[in-house]
């Protein structure tokens, strides 16, 4: 089974700064794809970025990316030039397919906390 | 906005009761998820839809179903509820491609909040 480790429950950032969230997996599939999603309390999950397993190239969108380092398991999501409203829980998850599903597992969130 | 709708967004039951979430999917997708996140937690799998048949079940008992409907819409079911059940359920859509879906990002809609008493 899949299984998705956030070890940071809560983060804090300065406006402007960089911050990064770490996120490790397990798995003995050779094929998967890990998500990061933003839930801010409204309660939707926001899909930011995917990566791969057979990507080479580290995955980008805008102010997020992914430090995707296969060899550690490891998918940490970096966000530059932190802003207010990036105030929210983040959610890392793997992508299992499960015989004709495809599942995410995901693991317990980082709260961030970006200050002025 | 993914264009994830769902309903109702609040709802309040009691212990034994049955109810119903509606989940609509985004425009051209075919395949809803549905996910359970109890307070504090991460999102968990329950079920799958896809060309209207459940093809992918989590760890939760019988008495939560589902349905897909041909325009792709979903509902999940729950019988029999219990306080545990309090949570809020997400309702998940992505495409599936004839040959298999590697990427296939599910989108999120914004959840139903239940409250069971």
């Known amino acids: 089974a899949q299984k998705i480790t956030q070890t940071q429950p809560g983060m804090f950032v300065q406006e402007k700064e960089a911050v990064t969230l770490d996120c490790t997996y397990d798995t003995s599939d050779p094929s998967y794809g890990l998500f990061w999603y933003k839930q801010p309390s409204s309660g939707e999950m926001i899909f930011l970025i995917y990566?791969?397993?057979?990507?080479?190239q580290n995955a980008t969108e805008g102010r997020y990316s992914l430090n995707f380092q296969k060899a550690r398991k490891s998918a940490n999501l970096v966000i530059s030039a932190s802003q207010l409203g990036d105030s929210a829980m983040y959610f890392c998850?793997?992508?299992?397919?499960?015989?004709?599903?495809?599942?995410?597992?995901f693991g317990t969130g980082t709260r961030l906390q970006v200050t002025l | 906005e993914t264009g994830v709708t769902q309903s109702p967004t609040h709802l309040i039951k009691t212990r034994g009761q049955q109810v119903t979430l509606r989940c609509s999917s985004q425009?051209?997708?075919?395949?809803v998820s549905w996910y359970q996140q109890a307070l504090g937690q991460g999102p968990q799998f329950i079920f799958q839809?896809?060309?209207?048949?459940?093809?992918g079940r989590g760890n939760f008992p019988p008495r939560f179903s589902g349905l897909q409907f041909p325009n792709y819409s979903s509902e999940l079911n729950v019988n029999a509820l219990e306080l545990d059940d309090s949570a809020l359920y997400l309702c998940?859509?992505?495409?599936?491609?004839?040959?298999?879906?590697?990427?296939?990002?599910?989108?999120f809609g914004p959840g139903t909040r239940l409250l069971v008493l």
């Open positions: 425009s051209g997708h075919n395949t």
């Open positions: 998940a859509s992505s495409l599936r491609l004839a040959g298999g879906g590697r990427q296939e990002t599910q989108y």
């Open positions: 990566q791969g397993s057979y990507d080479q």
């Open positions: 839809y896809y060309r209207e048949e459940e093809n």
């Open positions: 998850a793997m992508r299992e397919n499960t015989g004709t599903a495809s599942k995410l597992t």
